[in-house]
């Protein structure tokens, strides 16, 4: 026990007293060349009480915006007289960072392998690990994520929103779109919230880029949320607020033909059933088909690439009750972020 009442916290081998900050290695399987390997772990402790946040990213290996957005976390001046513990990841995935992938060399999706077991698969190992190690600690968590590889994700959140808290935390972030999820999937979110703790995963981007619209709302989104949460105090509202939408439902459109794309409709727009998002045309330019939106709602995904495969997932929209104005709510996040209109375009 360290002198204030606060109890230590220990993450594997280190020990983090109240008001301390460390940076360590948690120790994880090392590679087949006795390389040794470890997950890079920022604890930073305020000297009073509080709740435990989780902040990770690149869980998905090549999902690279949370890794600056944790940068920026932690270097901001905001949190520096935080109650409680922020214990922040910016990389859980090391094995796909340095292969550039979202998976493990074992080919599996880590976010798919919650909770894990000391005995199991690689996966399953450090699955096992971060839960007992970081999840299990914590009250609340934010997982960072983004699209795929040539697929742009609109800032969003998705949690489970039927829980009261968790929805109030997914508001106080700040994004235009908040997408229910309650599946049961094997995920860091489902397992966290199985061990008590409340977790928004957050989506923006694509793959192996940083977005600089994205990572600025990334990072101001967690700085909202610990103020929401009680780590630190409320400011008065700076800017216009913005109200999400809240989206039960959301699908894919999907290429009927293969061909070339040409994209009418883009992130963030708002679309009515019926309207063509795009035209997919042959190598002459002569057009093949159109993509029709099924339903009136608000385009959160987008595929960059303009080639299609039949069967091809090009546009996800989320569906609204309540759609028309979404398009000015995203207007109005890119106002107060202070950036421009065509970083929203991925
Ligand atoms: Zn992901």
Sequence with gaps: MSKSSIPDLIIGEHTINAGEQKRFQLEMPPLYTD????????VQRGKREGPTLFVSAAIHGDELNGIEIVSRLIKSPSIKNLRGTLIAIPMVNIYGVLNQSRYLPDRRDLNRCFPGSKKGSLAGRIARLFLDEVVSKSDYGI???TGAIHRSNLPQIRANLNDELTA???????????????????????AAADEGARVLLYEAGQALRYDEFSIRAGVKGIVSVMRQIGMLNKTKHKGRKVEPFIARQSGWVRANESGFVLHKAQLGDHVEKGDVLATISNPFGEPLDDLISPATGVIIGKQNIPLAQEGE?????????????VAEHVEMLQDNLGSSDSMLVG
Excluded: C
Excluded at 35 to 42: A, F, H
């Design 143 to 145: 997982d960072l994520h």
């Design 35 to 42: 390389t040794s390997m470890g997950i890079p772990v920022y």
């Design 168 to 190: 109030e935390m997914a508001k106080a972030f700040g994004v235009p779109v908040l997408l229910n999820a309650d599946i049961r999937d094997g995920s860091l979110r489902q």
């Design 313 to 325: 997932a090009i546009y996800h929209i989320a569906y609204f009750k309540q759609p028309d104005t």
